[in-house]
């Protein structure tokens, strides 16, 4: 077995028949200042408050970073941004309730020193230029360090990313190589109606330096970061696409960073193959596997695979809204009647991907997209198709969408 065969076979190892919905929110973890926590303080109230919940902790080069619940993980991202990880459930109402409790405990410890959650997908001083996000620290791990040394050289914001960006993740249940193609490829169509639809600003002018649009900032952010391995999976509507064409791509590009064994090293333009091989590690599958994950968690592409399908080109929007963006996405890609019809819509847009999008941070929901159609025109015909497919208890949830955004909408000045 070579490296390809194993890292085709672990992906192949997601599939199932379950339909589950797995939701990632990161917030932003600010005073009434608009200043971040520090995160000394965040990793001992992370100790404290998941001892006090009976949780596993998860530490990481001597400090803090984690705790898992079982129904869900919280985790610091790099510059102190906030994650809830909410295992997969097929019940919405479940994720709520999970969601519920995590914000029962939280709201109250940071309240009783001046901090709150904020979601946003860009820090709110950074997108109204009040700081640069240079002036926002990263965490004491070295996975974030090394990132940030690489991504200062192959892309304008790097900088943005790690430090100031915060998103909305939903990951979705693929039961074959054929069903997770087939999702991916309309995910991948559906992307610049999905960023509009989940768009969350703070500032109604708001936009980056060097850049036109003035829609879908930290969509901008990730676009203009490393070609290597972000944007759209290349290839994606190619006739051999599927898992081993994925990873022929993950074994072609630098790995930046390596973490094996619990030691996190630089690796920079160096693809895994260069310093290691996982076929040969085949007596120590623990290690292989942990290795795997960690390559697959390297590439941050619009519509990520792993053992799920990951769609994370949505901004950080509060609770209501991510659990409307979690119908949408469940009723509509768990619903044969509804994938087909999409497909029948759209197989001739297959191209015109990138200039949707590009058209989308230009001009917002009034763009003019696939088959003449704005994008608002889209959103609603898919919360449409969703509304028909969904459970009688879950179509509520997709009254959050009445809204253009979540932000406060203020203007810079």
Not at 95 to 106: A, H, L, T
Not at 286 to 315: C, G, N, P, T, W
């Amino acid at each position: 077995m070579n490296d390809k065969e194993v890292i085709t076979n672990f992906i192949r190892d997601g599939e199932t028949d379950q339909q589950r919905i797995g939701l990632e929110l990161e917030h932003f973890v600010l005073n009434e200042m608009e200043e971040s926590i520090e995160f000394e303080v965040l990793s001992e109230l992370i100790r404290t408050t998941g001892e006090k919940l009976g949780a596993r902790l998860i530490s990481a080069e001597g400090k803090v970073v984690g705790y898992d619940t079982g129904e869900y993980t919280v985790s610091v991202e790099p510059s102190c941004q906030f994650e809830i990880s909410i295992a997969p459930f097929s019940s919405i109402k479940k994720i709520e309730e999970v969601y519920g409790e995590f914000r029962k405990v939280w709201d109250s410890v940071l309240r009783s020193i001046g901090f709150s959650l904020v979601t946003g997908g860009l820090n709110p001083a950074v997108e109204a230029g009040r700081i640069h996000p240079m002036d926002l620290a990263l965490i004491p791990k070295n996975r974030y360090y090394f990132m940030d040394r690489y991504f200062r050289e192959t892309g304008k914001y790097g900088r943005h990313m790690m430090r100031a960006s915060a998103s909305t993740q939903i990951s979705l249940d693929y039961a074959s190589e054929e069903d997770m193609v087939r999702k991916l490829r309309l995910l991948t169509i559906l992307s610049p109606v999905l960023m509009q639809m989940m768009e969350n600003k703070f500032y109604s002018d708001s936009r980056l330096a060097e850049r036109k649009g003035k829609h879908l900032l930290r969509t901008q952010v990730w676009e203009d970061l490393d070609p290597d391995r972000t944007g759209f999976f290349p290839g994606a509507f190619n006739g051999r696409f599927g898992y081993e064409a994925y990873a022929d791509l993950l074994l072609s590009r630098p790995l930046v960073v390596l973490t094996d064994q619990g030691v996190t090293t630089y690796a920079g333009e160096k693809k895994l193959g260069d310093i290691l091989s996982l076929s040969e590690l085949a007596e120590e599958p623990e290690r292989q596997k942990a290795l795997v994950e960690h390559l697959l968690s390297m590439f941050f592409h619009h519509i990520r695979l792993k053992r799920y399908l990951e769609v994370r080109v949505a901004d950080s929007v509060p609770i209501p809204k991510a659990l409307g963006y979690a119908a949408l996405l469940k009723g509509i890609f768990y619903s044969e009647k509804n994938l087909d019809r999409l497909e029948k819509l759209l197989s001739g847009h297959l191209i015109d991907v990138e200039e949707a999008v590009f058209r989308t941070e230009i001009q917002g929901e009034n763009a003019v997209i696939y088959a003449g159609k704005r994008v608002h025109a889209w959103a609603k015909d898919l919360i449409r198709l969703a509304e028909k497919a969904l459970p009688e208890e879950e179509k509520k949830w997709l009254s959050e969408f009445g809204t253009e955004s979540e932000g406060k909408k203020r203007t810079a000045g």
